[in-house]
């Protein structure tokens, strides 16, 4: 894999690259009777906008600009209650919008998970 970064610009004191290019090669071995198939793929690709701190995206997320929307969203209080636990749990219930670029999977089951995470 190669990898060239262009157009540094400082966005809030870091450093970030707006351009570059990437090309890999890629080899499949024994997947035909010729022994080998390589393939090269390349990429050229520029970032129109940067911002830091998105209120209500977590640190692990990358969010395209396209799909970014105005407004913040409402946060209610929803109650849990867990199988091991008698007294109800309070965590926040976010709407959420999931866009071509997202993909959400919440799994009610496990309450254990979702006491962990918190």
């Known amino acids: 894999m190669e990898s060239r970064l262009e157009d540094y610009r400082a966005i809030d004191g870091v450093n970030i690259a707006h351009t570059g290019r990437t090309a890999v ?3 499949r071995f024994g997947d035909c009777h010729d ?9 050229a690709w520029n970032i129109e906008e940067v911002d830091f701190n998105i209120w ?6 990358f969010l395209p600009p396209s799909d970014l929307r105005e407004g913040k969203e409402c946060q209610d209080v929803a ?3 867990a199988n091991a636990r008698p007294t ?18 919440v ?4 309450s254990d998970s979702l006491i962990a995470r918190s």
Not at 35 to 43: F, L, P, S, V, W
């Open 88 to 105: 109800p749990i309070r965590i926040p219930e976010v709407t959420l919008r999931v866009g071509p670029s997202q993909v959400a999977a």
């Open 56 to 61: 209500g995206l977590s640190m692990d997320c």
């Open 25 to 27: 090669s890629l080899v």
């Open 35 to 43: 022994g080998n198939t390589r393939t090269r793929m390349e990429e």
């Open 79 to 81: 109650i849990v209650k």
């Open 107 to 110: 799994n009610m089951d496990d």
